[in-house]
C-alpha cells in the first residue's frame, strides 16, 4: 500500500494535525465572536423563531453595532447598539457613504439616486458618533446599515424618535439598549420586485427601545413608509411580539421566560413620559 511509505504517512499526518489546528481555531474563534456578539446585544443576539430563506441572515460587526444582513433582501433585518450618557458628547463631520465589502452584492452610495427614497440609517448617525467615536460613527456610513425611507418619514418622524431615544430617554435612565430595522410584507413574492436597483423597499420600520435592569422595561414602534412626518410617536406604540409576528425575529431569547412574556406581550408606557416628547418638532 502507498501509506506504507514514509513520506507519505508524514504528510497525511501533518494534513491531519493541520485539520485538528483549524477546527480548534475556528472554534476558538466563534466562542470568542459570540462572546462578543452577546455583550454588545442585550440577552442575546436576534435570530429567527423559524429559519426561512427571508428571515436568514448573517452577523456583520462593527463598532458599537451589530448587524442582521439579509442577501435576499439586501437589507439588514435588525442593526442593535446600546447607548449611554456621556461628559461631552460630541460628533464628527458628517462622513461620505460607502459600500460594505462583506455583503454578497455590494450596494453602491449612489444606488438610490433619482429612486424617491433617502439612505435611511438604521444606526443613527450623531447617537453613535457621540457614544461610539468616530471609527463607529463612519461606519454607520456603510450601506449595510442603510435601508431604502421614504423622505418624509427619514427626515421627519424617523429622525424625531432618534433624537427623543439620545436626547431625552438616555439622560432619563442613562443606558439604554435598541434594536431596530425593517419589515417587509408576508409574503416574500409580493414584495420581490419592489426594489432600489437590488435592494428590497421595506413596508414600515421598527425601533425597540429597553432599559435593561432586574425588571426591564421597554417601548417599541412600528412606522409606515406612508407617514406624514409631524405625527406624533405614541400613535406608533406596539407590542414588541408584534413585531416578532410581522418580522419572524426572535428578541431577548436569553430572558427567562415569564420575564420576556411581561416584557413583550403588551404597551407600557409608563415612566418613559412620553407625551411629553411625543410632539416635538423635527430638524428638516
Known sequence: MLLSFPFLRRQVRNLGVTLLFVLAATGLWYWQEQDVRDRLSWMG???????????????????????????????????SYRLREVDDPRSGPRPNFKRDWRTLWPIAPESYFGSGYDRGHLAPNYAIATVH??????QTFLMSNISPQRPDLNRKLWQRLEEVIIDHFVPRFGVVEVITGPVFPADFMDNVFNRVGLVEVPQAFY????????????????????????????????????????????????????????????????GWDLKKVARLPSRY
Open 207 to 270: 425601533k425597540i427601545i429597553v432599559v435593561p435592569s432586574k425588571q426591564p422595561k421597554a417601548l417599541a414602534f412600528l412606522m409606515p413608509q406612508t407617514v406624514q412626518g409631524n405625527e406624533p410617536l405614541d400613535r406608533y406604540l406596539v407590542s414588541i411580539d408584534e413585531i416578532e409576528a410581522r418580522t419572524g425575529l426572535d428578541f431577548f431569547s436569553l430572558l427567562p421566560d415569564d420575564v420576556e412574556t411581561g416584557l413583550e406581550s403588551s404597551i407600557r408606557a409608563q
Open 45 to 79: 443576539v436576534p435570530t429567527w423563531d423559524a429559519l426561512g430563506a427571508t428571515n436568514f441572515h448573517r452577523v456583520l460587526r462593527n463598532d458599537g453595532t451589530l448587524i442582521g444582513w439579509s442577501d435576499l433582501r439586501v437589507n439588514p433585518l435588525w442593526v
Open 133 to 138: 467615536g468616530r471609527t463607529a460613527q463612519t
